[in-house]
């Protein structure tokens, strides 16, 4: 079997033995690739120092049928983006895209998408984007790659209007949610949701909306307030944690808040 090469993305790293490294990357073309490097911490190796996480990595591997790692032969830098890994916001943001993109990949089944929707977020973290802005941007561009972006302005479950519920006055129009649901829902779904056992929620309207602008890069995420991103965000991660079923460790902290978009209750 000819060696295989393609264009990578580092997703997790593990020391194997006393030199070698395995690897799970994310390709271009063939989806996500386990590795073994091995020696790759001899200077001496072809591939030393080129296999840090970030970077576009161009990657030479050779496949032996039935193996469960292949072996990789050589690696170089195709983009290089050590600034990421010097400063704790870019780099915190950068895990959690790739624990997300493992999350959301599949050995040997390529999704092109995927790996540009990834290297796009890099790009924006290591250009010093604020992080939560490139990862909100990821996160709702992930999802929608996964085909399970939420409903933010129509009703997920009949597709109609759904506008926001009767509220008191002086409170912010709040729509209703469900993210086991798909998201957004008309008054008439919300209450058969409930009927069926399903978890039915409020969040603002503007906040589902603002989320709906980023998606449709109407809005650079990058041009929003702390306060609406870590909204936005909120909602988003409770939502990916509901559709991966799982929450991956990068999530913890961030979800053992308060719900950020919780109804605030005027005095
Ligand atoms: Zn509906």
């Known amino acids: 079997m000819p060696n295989q090469r393609d264009l990578g993305l580092i997703l997790r790293r593990f020391p194997y033995g006393e030199s070698s490294l395995v690897l799970h990357v994310l390709t271009r073309e063939h989806g996500r690739v386990h590795v073994i490097a091995k020696g790759a911490y001899r200077p001496t190796s072809r591939y030393y120092a080129a296999l840090d996480l970030f970077d576009t990595l161009e990657l030479e591997w050779s496949a032996r049928p039935g193996a469960e790692l292949v072996q990789l032969v050589l690696a170089g830098i195709e983009i290089r983006r050590a600034r990421i890994s010097h400063d704790l916001g870019a780099f915190t943001a950068g895990v959690t895209a790739l624990d997300l993109a493992a999350l959301g990949s599949h050995e040997g089944h390529a999704n092109a998408e995927l790996f540009a929707t990834l290297s796009t977020a890099l790009d924006r973290l290591a250009a010093q984007v604020p992080p939560a802005a490139a990862l909100v941007e990821f996160e709702l561009a992930f999802l929608h790659n996964l085909g399970l972006a939420p409903a933010l302005t129509a009703c997920a479950s009949c597709g109609g209007a759904a506008p926001p519920l009767e509220q008191e006055p002086d409170e ?50 990058a041009t929003l307030a702390e306060v609406e991103l870590e909204r936005v965000r909120d909602f988003v991660a409770r939502f990916l944690e509901v559709h991966l079923e799982s929450r991956p460790s990068s999530y913890q902290q961030f979800l053992a808040a308060h719900n950020r978009n919780a109804r605030t209750r005027t005095p």
């Not at 649901?181 to 503007?206: D, E, H, K, N």
């Open 172 to 221: 912010p129009a709040r729509a209703a949610f469900s993210a086991s649901s798909g998201g957004r829902l008309c008054s008439g779904c919300a209450i058969v949701a409930r009927a069926a056992g399903r978890r039915v929620g409020t969040l603002p309207a503007s906040v589902l909306e603002l989320g709906d602008a980023i998606l449709a890069r109407r809005v650079d995420a």
